[in-house]
């Protein structure tokens, strides 16, 4: 079945770091989540289980100043420990 988005299109709005560091499937799975977002909303998903149990999650947020500190807060409060992060901003025409 073919995806309901240009998988390409999608890499290209992304850092070319991004995409030499994940694979299309992998890609895939960020792109359904992040066209998939509410407008205007935020949100947090799970997108992987990485080798040694951990989750790797996925925030999609649009970019404001501190949105990086807020997320961080979030995270505290919920009393989750960051191991490593991956940061991306994603250009697009609007």
């Not at 070319?16 to 890609?27: C, L, Q």
């Not at 997320?71 to 025409?93: I, K, M, N, S, W």
Request: net charge negative.
């Amino acid at each position: 079945m073919a995806p309901l988005f240009d998988l390409d299109g999608f890499k290209r709005t992304m850092p070319r770091e991004y995409a030499a560091t994940f694979d299309d499937a992998t890609i895939g799975k960020h792109a359904a989540l992040v066209l998939g977002r509410p407008p205007g909303r935020a949100f947090v998903r799970l997108c992987d289980t990485g080798a040694d149990g951990d989750s790797l999650l996925c925030v999609v947020a649009e970019d404001e100043p501190g949105l990086l500190a807020l997320v961080c807060a979030a995270f505290v409060t919920q009393h989750l420990d960051v191991r490593a992060a991956q940061v991306y901003a994603r250009r697009v025409p609007d």
